[in-house]
T-cell receptor
């Protein structure tokens, strides 16, 4: 299997612009997680899906952030409008079951100027 | 809420030596999973080892082993025969069982330096 795929790997944008991050989980995995990594806060869970349904979005920082999973093989994390404090590495991970090992994608490094 | 603490921001070890990375966690649950992930400069998060709390036997994966002390809520990682490729950030992580998936709770990480 190709593993978790994320795109783009790097994104540089200006404050106020819309940003869309994409993720393709491992085939057959029913759980998909979005994490954010910053120097100040470390790795933190933003949201996760089970069978394409959002289960817990309590980690989403504010209404500017939204996530969707239209089908089992694709998810997006959107930030609109983006702000410099959103600069971070965003990871997508997937797992077969709720407590199975989570496998991470390579991450998207987002820089908001 | 669960918390994970890694008290060593940075560790250094000579190549071929053994090093132990510390991790403690706080939870009121009795059943959970613990993980160590490695993050090299490429930033890819790579699973190193996994431990189920209900298992008394410590997990091992080749040169990597853990010392799981459930009562003390301690979960340290031992790397034997350290290699240059082991240089990376190491993150300890917790995942609860009750209530299904809840995402991983991570520690702040330990930067491991391998001296040639």
């Amino acid at each position: 299997d190709a593993g978790v795929i994320q795109s783009p790997r790097h994104e540089v944008t200006e404050m106020g612009q819309e940003v869309t991050l994409r993720c393709k989980p491992i085939s057959g995995h029913d759980y998909l997680f979005w994490y954010r990594q910053t120097m100040m806060r470390g790795l933190e869970l933003l949201i996760y899906f089970n069978n394409n349904v959002p289960i817990d979005d309590s980690g989403m920082p504010e209404d500017r952030f939204s996530a969707k999973m239209p089908n089992a093989s694709f998810s997006t994390l959107k930030i609109q409008p983006s702000e410099p404090r959103d600069s971070a590495v965003y990871f997508c991970a997937s797992s077969a079951g709720p407590t199975d090992t989570q496998y991470f994608g390579p991450g998207t490094r987002l820089t908001v100027l | 809420a669960q918390t994970v603490t890694q008290s060593q921001p940075e560790m250094s070890v000579q190549e071929a030596e053994t090093v132990t990375l510390s991790c403690t966690y706080d939870t009121s649950e009795s059943d959970y999973y613990l993980f160590w992930y490695k993050q090299p400069p490429s930033r890819q998060m790579i699973l190193v080892i996994r431990q189920e709390a209900y298992k008394q036997q410590n997990a091992t994966e080749n040169r990597f082993s853990v010392n799981f002390q459930k009562a003390a809520k301690s979960f340290s990682l031992k790397i034997s025969d350290s290699q240059l490729g082991d240089a990376a950030m190491y993150f300890c992580a917790y995942n609860q069982v009750r209530g299904g998936a809840d995402g991983l709770t991570f520690g702040k990480g330990t930067h491991l330096i391998i001296q040639p």
